[in-house]
Every structure is written in structure tokens, then in C-alpha cells.
Nanobody, 124 residues
Framework: QVQLVESEGGLVQAGGSLRLSCAASGGRINFINMGWFRQAPGKEREFVAAISRGGSRVPYADSVKGRFTISRDNAKNTVYLQMNSLKPEDTAVYYC?????????????????WGQGTQVTVSS
């Protein structure tokens, strides 16, 4: 069973940057699609970005396209989310997730394993 642990989030001013990492244990992520989701207070959890096993497919939510970049280092068993030009509306708990299906997905029900989440707060 894969365990996922996100790095600590933090408080950042609007316009700033933050990089999250997600370290996997209990299995190699080489053959697993990985994703990031987030949940803001009072809202449902939503898709942010995903990356296919080989890294060739990287879908993004429209709200973060051009600002966020997902990447993976299979040798380190780690996935990253680089967040630039942060906005107050990016404030949320961010979750890393692993998907063992064949095709990278933007739907959270496709994801089998989840991290505990990390808080990102963007001040205006």
C-alpha cells in the first residue's frame, strides 16, 4: 500500500510562490499517475493538477493553468507542485493522491491513495 506525505505548506503573500512536495513510501510511483487536489473552507475538494506515469500528460484545472506546475522525480519517489503568482483564492488544504488506473485522471474517485493534506494560505 502506498503512503503519501505532503510537505508543510505555509502562509504566503499574494503574488508569491510556494512549492509543495509529496513523498511516497510503500511502493514505487514509477507506474502510478499522481495528482494534486485542494479543498477550500466550505467548498468541495477540487482537482488542481495531475501527471501521468511517464510525465507526458499533465492536465491542469483552468484556475491554475499557467501559474502552477506539476512534476515528478521517480528516482526520488516524489511529486512536486510549484505554485507561482498565488492568489487568495488558492487558499486551501492541498492533497496529494495516487491513481493506479491506466489513464491519468482529473476525477478524485479514480485515486486510490491520499496524503493527509497540507494547508496553504495566501494573504491579500
Amino acid at each position: 500500500q502506498v503512503q503519501l506525505v505532503e510537505s508543510e505548506g505555509g502562509l504566503v503573500q499574494a503574488g508569491g510562490s510556494l512549492r509543495l512536495s509529496c513523498a511516497a513510501s510503500g511502493g514505487r510511483i514509477n507506474f502510478i499517475n499522481m495528482g494534486w487536489f485542494r479543498q477550500a473552507p466550505g467548498k468541495e475538494r477540487e482537482f488542481v493538477a495531475a501527471i501521468s506515469r511517464g510525465g507526458s500528460r499533465v492536465p491542469y484545472a483552468d484556475s491554475v493553468k499557467g501559474r502552477f506546475t506539476i512534476s515528478r522525480d521517480n528516482a526520488k519517489n516524489t511529486v512536486y507542485l510549484q505554485m507561482n503568482s498565488l492568489k487568495p483564492e488558492d487558499t486551501a488544504v492541498y492533497y496529494c493522491a495516487a491513481d493506479r488506473t491506466n489513464t491519468v485522471s482529473t476525477h478524485q474517485y479514480e485515486y486510490n491513495y491520499w496524503g493527509q493534506g497540507t494547508q496553504v494560505t495566501v494573504s491579500s
